[in-house]
Every structure is written in structure tokens, then in C-alpha cells.
């Protein structure tokens, strides 16, 4: 049973303010950005109840960054394979601040190359220049796909520092988080022939 505001006194929980034990952290980030709260069963018992306040707990965070973090490896996995003239998309000043971390690196005899080197600026620099980001999605204009980096960039380093605030409502969060997806999900492509 539940009471909850506008309930005259309690009722029965309707099978759509559960939400599955087992549902996959973005799915139940979705739902809570569309509904305030649910409950969820443990046993076939109502055990728990999850809130849009939860949204901005620890697991969340950890997801987000984690997500960010694959899709950085993926940006640079392939950069590797697919874009051999990458130099020629970043400035000299970012591909020599590149180059220093990769000496410096090098000489702490850690395994590592170039491409691990780049900022996560420089792979939107890399895949901004000649459209590649096309690739992902024909329809991203060159302002989107730039801004939404930016976006992504910024998420990451709030997330990074254990801001408070992350400088992103919680719907614009979930753009994000499908933006990245998008690039994530996408088949490989060859980005230069």
C-alpha cells in the first residue's frame, strides 16, 4: 500500500510505480527523470523506494564517468585504426603538449602511445575536422556534434572533481549520455580512405 500526495488514504501500489530490481542503471535513470519516484521489490515485497533525488547519488556519478570513459577509449581506438593523419587535425601547440606527456610517459618506461597522450578537446578536434563525425550520425551538424563534446567534456571534469552541481539539468545530462551512445553503438567506420 501507498499514500501518497492527492491519495485519501492508502492504496494498493499500481504495478507501473515498480520499478524491476534488475533494471539497468540508464534505464532507471530514464524513468526517474519521468517520474519522481518508485518502488522496488525484493521477494515479491516492496523493500525499497527510489526518488529523482537519487539521481544525484554516487552509482549515478560513477555510471556517467564510466560511460564518458569508454567512450574516450573508443574515440582513441579509432584514431588508431582508422585515422592515420590525425596530427594534421589538432594545432601544433596541442599535438607538442601531446608529444610532451608521451616523452614524459615514455621515459617513466609506462606502456603507452601517442593517440593516449590527446586530450579529450583534440578528439573533438579530430573528428570535427572533415566532417567525421558524419560517420556517426549523417545528421549531426558540425555546431552539434562540437557543442555536445564541449558538453561531454564539461560533464566529465564536474564528475572528475566531485562538483555538487554538474552544470547540466538532468534532461540535458540524458542528451548527452544518448549522444555518447550514439558514437559508442555505431558500427566502425573507415574515416579516411
Excluded at 544525484?56 to 564517468?65: A, N, Q
Excluded at 545530462?173 to 580512405?193: C, G, K, L, P
Aim: net charge negative; charged share 35%; proline share 4%.
Amino acid at each position: 500500500m501507498k499514500f501518497d500526495i492527492g491519495d485519501e488514504s492508502p492504496i494498493p501500489i499500481p504495478q507501473e510505480d515498480i520499478m524491476p530490481s534488475e533494471t539497468p542503471l540508464l534505464v532507471a535513470f530514464r524513468m526517474l527523470i519521468e517520474k519522481r519516484r518508485y518502488f522496488i521489490e525484493e521477494d515479491g515485497e516492496i523493500a525499497y523506494i527510489v526518488t529523482n533525488t537519487d539521481l544525484d547519488k554516487i552509482p549515478l556519478r560513477i555510471g556517467f564517468f564510466g560511460l564518458i570513459s569508454i567512450l574516450e577509449t573508443h574515440l582513441k581506438e579509432l584514431i588508431r585504426k582508422y585515422i592515420p593523419n590525425w596530427k594534421d587535425s589538432i594545432s601544433e601547440k596541442r599535438f607538442l603538449s601531446a608529444s610532451s606527456l608521451y616523452e614524459w610517459k615514455k621515459s617513466r618506461e609506462e606502456e603507452i602511445d601517442l593517440v593516449q597522450c590527446l586530450q579529450f578537446g583534440d578528439l573533438g578536434s579530430i573528428f570535427s575536422k572533415n566532417q567525421r563525425f558524419k560517420k556517426f550520425d549523417p545528421e549531426y551538424s558540425r555546431d552539434r556534434f562540437v557543442k555536445m563534446m564541449n558538453d561531454i567534456g564539461q560533464l566529465r571534469d564536474a564528475l572528475a572533481h566531485s562538483q555538487g552541481n554538474l552544470g547540466f539539468s538532468w534532461e540535458e545530462i540524458d542528451r548527452i549520455i544518448r549522444f555518447t551512445r550514439v558514437i559508442i553503438d555505431a558500427e566502425d567506420q573507415v574515416f579516411e580512405e
